[in-house]
């Protein structure tokens, strides 16, 4: 599981980070942010895609729910649970659509409890199928693929919109893909 990790205090990105790593039983991987606009960038110039974003409301700058509206804007799916001292804000962040709250100071047994139900969205989801391309992390949702094509050592994926071209084998393809989704017809072909 992909988690961005976005607060001004690099003290509570310490307490989440040590909470995050006591957690192994999730396989999470995470990066930190100092700033919405360092959180922003990631998504805009990086290609970031996260499962969920741990987010704090009030920061200098871009504040958490200004953040969290731009970033709902580019990517409808990901999870955010803002992590805030700052309740008066909450009724103005329903707009963004977060999932949940954590008020500072957090536990780690409520840590934790959000974790499992962020962990029960994810699983409740649609597959996805992720790769990389030209360095930028690429999270296509299978129902948007329409096949998989071989040509010579690269596979394109053609989805609805676009065509995708990554370099690997027919066959590590298939073992990494939602074999209750997709069916190989053919050496060269996936559908």
Not at 111 to 140: H, P, Q, W
Request: net charge negative; glycine share 4%.
């Amino acid at each position: 599981m992909d988690i961005a990790i976005c607060d001004d205090s690099i003290d509570y990105i310490g307490i989440l980070e040590k909470y995050f790593d006591k957690m192994k039983r999730f396989d999470l991987c995470y990066d930190t942010f100092l700033s919405g606009e360092d959180l922003l960038a990631a998504y805009k110039n990086n290609g970031a895609v996260y499962d969920a974003i741990f987010l704090d409301m009030e920061m200098g700058g871009i504040d958490g729910i200004e953040t969290a509206n731009i970033i709902r804007s580019i990517d409808k799916r990901v999870i955010i649970v803002f992590v805030t001292s700052y309740t008066k804000y909450m009724k103005r962040s329903f707009e963004c659509l977060p999932f949940r709250f954590l008020v500072k100071p957090v536990s780690f047994e409520d840590m934790e409890k959000v974790m499992c139900a962020v962990y029960r969205r994810l699983s409740e989801e649609k597959s996805t199928f992720v790769f990389y391309e030209n360095r930028n992390k690429v999270r296509l949702f299978c129902e948007n693929i329409l096949y998989f094509e071989c040509q010579s050592h690269w596979i394109l994926i053609h989805e609805k919109d676009n065509i995708y071209k990554i370099c690997r084998s027919m066959s590590d393809l298939y073992d990494q893909i939602d074999q209750s989704v997709f069916c190989r017809v053919h050496n060269s072909y996936i559908i």
